[in-house]
């Protein structure tokens, strides 16, 4: 039949579309191929970490400190990228990390915690596997030596998410896990600062943990594996003068540590009451889930309503597809990151980071 006011057949129309319809797909994709973003990429594997946030300055820090610190944070980016780049697990290489940073006294977990009021260390540690979401968790132990470990072993060898103090310590030498004298974990600048903040409280100053501890310790790390599985770990010694048993966000899953493969892995650090109120670490990787928002959206997003609450502290975030991001309200956090890309950095104040992947 003729196409009306065209003099062609239904059949001519069909010969000239067959004739055309590969030129134009063509060219279509090249159009499309020169709009994709240049930086577009999805790394093999990823890793990030932390060493805590806080109110440091570059200030108040010389070259030799800064130096170390650089130099620690380097030594767990690297532990864990050399498991990745051997096709090793996001698990692994994010207890690797974070096993290094438990030894350093530099760093609040493991030896180096600060003192309880009561003055003891007491550890506190999470961990979680984005594959299939299990979790592993422990509070207020007071000889593990590495308590990330425990938190692993909870989650592989016990039918429970959570263990607490003696319970938790009778666990960790069942599974044959290193146990030490508590006084190891003890280092005299931390004791300085408990008693700085007892004589502050007794003065009746009102000077509160944050005054004391110019920065948060905690250590962490997040990481995506060959594979495409997450994985993420918090590990921390809490607050300095803590009372009453307290327990921040760093051992709870969904407050201080998260990992879902559908949308990332997040290790915080910061003012646990604030994180916990707020599910910091489960609110960006849903946020990212449900919205489709970026590592680097979602984490800052979060961080904003957790500050106007009156919190502060920091996240890294690793996402599904291998993208790194640090958010955080403080003026420094301890961090790094590196990919299969060359990526490898470390940062500790605001700003010094490329901002790659975010």
Known sequence: MPIAGRGYTTAGVRILSQFFAAPVLAFAGLLLLLAAPASAHDPEWSIAIHGGAGTMSPERMDAETRAEYEAALQAALDAGSKVLAEGGTAMDAVVAAITLMEDDPKFNAGRGAVFTWDGVNEHDASIMDGRTRDAGASTGTRNVRHPILLARAVMEDSPHVFLSREGAEQFAAEQGLE????????????????????????????????????????????????????????????????????????????????????????????????????????????????????????????????????????????????????????????????????????????????????
């Open 179 to 358: 146990l030490v004298d508590p006084a190891w974990f003890g280092t005299d600048s931390r004791r300085e600062a408990l008693e700085r903040y007892k004589a502050a409280q007794m003065e009746e100053q009102g000077m509160s943990q944050l005054a004391i501890d110019t920065k948060f310790g905690t250590v962490g790390a997040v990481a995506r594996d060959s594979n495409g599985n997450l994985a993420a770990g918090t590990s921390t010694g809490g607050m300095t003068g803590k009372r009453w048993g307290r327990i921040g966000d760093s051992p709870i899953i969904g407050s201080g540590t998260y990992a879902d493969n559908r949308a990332c892995a997040v290790s915080a650090t910061g003012w646990g009451e604030y994180f916990i109120r707020t599910n910091v670490a489960a609110e960006i990787c849903a946020r990212m889930r449900m919205k489709g928002e970026s590592a680097k959206v979602a984490g800052e997003a979060v961080i904003a309503e957790m500050g106007a609450l009156g919190g502060n502290g920091g996240v890294i975030v690793a996402g599904a597809n291998g993208d790194l991001a640090f958010a955080f309200d403080t003026t420094g956090m301890y961090r790094g990151r590196a990919d299969s890309e060359g990526l490898n950095e470390v940062a500790i104040f605001a700003g010094e980071d490329s901002g790659e992947d975010d």
